[in-house]
């Protein structure tokens, strides 16, 4: 049985690194949309294509990185619900914490 404390731990970790993930798409789509502004690469019909091939994935890949953060607040706020002072999950019948009593 997983402690509760351990489960939001493990969440707050995993928001960590989807924000580190949706920070660096969008930095990556800014440089990328201010690059097809160029010259350079509105002149060159293949690098051009590429580049908006690359604007699309990295759409894709944050509607897929927002996405996940939707689901780890969900499941964020499902801990909430839980029975913190029995340190339970909503689906244990028992504790999740061992007692250290002997």
Known sequence: MTNLNDVVV???SLKLK???LNHLAFSNLETI???LEQDWVTENYTLKKMTEEQVEDLYILST???D???SVE???DEI???DTSQDTLA???VPARESNDY
């Open 10 to 12: 493990d969440i707050n």
């Open 68 to 70: 996940i953060w939707k």
């Open 64 to 66: 897929v990185i927002s």
């Open 33 to 35: 949309e201010n690059r």
């Open 18 to 20: 989807v924000d580190a």
């Open 80 to 82: 909430k619900k839980a």
């Open 91 to 93: 689906s244990d019948e």
């Open 74 to 76: 969900r499941l964020q």
